[in-house]
């Protein structure tokens, strides 16, 4: 009896860890793709800036930008992952097939940590100073 528990346990814990190193690497390439954008948008946001933009409005846009394809991804993987769970029946211990809280909260997670990759390179977007991207291109 021990054995028969003890190899799902094991089957769940393998998961975890291939779902937090697949997450790891998705927020990486979030924060790389925001990041180049940000970094290819430099002259513009430093003519916003001379202009008079409010750096809330320019972090905003850069992270609605950045944010769009993370919640797009949500939308399209929770009815995939609803629909998945079926096969996985037999491996989960006491957790009903359709878990709309499990389902939730990393929907939650997934949109937090992608909009947190999302700001960062549009702070540092923002944080230099416009006169100095001007004159140095």
């Not at 924060?31 to 513009?44: D, F, K, L, M, P």
């Amino acid at each position: 009896l021990r054995h028969q528990e003890s190899v799902p346990r094991m089957f769940g814990l393998l998961m975890l860890v291939y779902a937090l190193i697949t997450g790891l690497v998705a927020l990486i390439g979030v924060y790389g793709i925001v990041s180049e954008a940000a970094n290819h948008q430099t002259r513009e946001i430093a003519v916003r800036k001379a202009l008079g933009a409010r750096e809330q409005t320019i972090v905003g846009a850069l992270f609605v930008r950045g944010l769009t394809p993370v919640l797009l991804g949500v939308v399209l993987g929770l009815p995939w992952a609803g629909l998945s769970t079926a096969s996985f029946t037999p491996l989960l211990l006491g957790v009903p097939t359709m878990d709309p809280v499990s389902l939730l909260l990393a929907a939650t997670v997934v949109l937090g940590a992608g909009g947190l990759a999302c700001l960062v390179p549009s702070w540092r977007a923002t944080s230099r100073h416009p006169m100095g991207v001007l004159r140095s291109e």
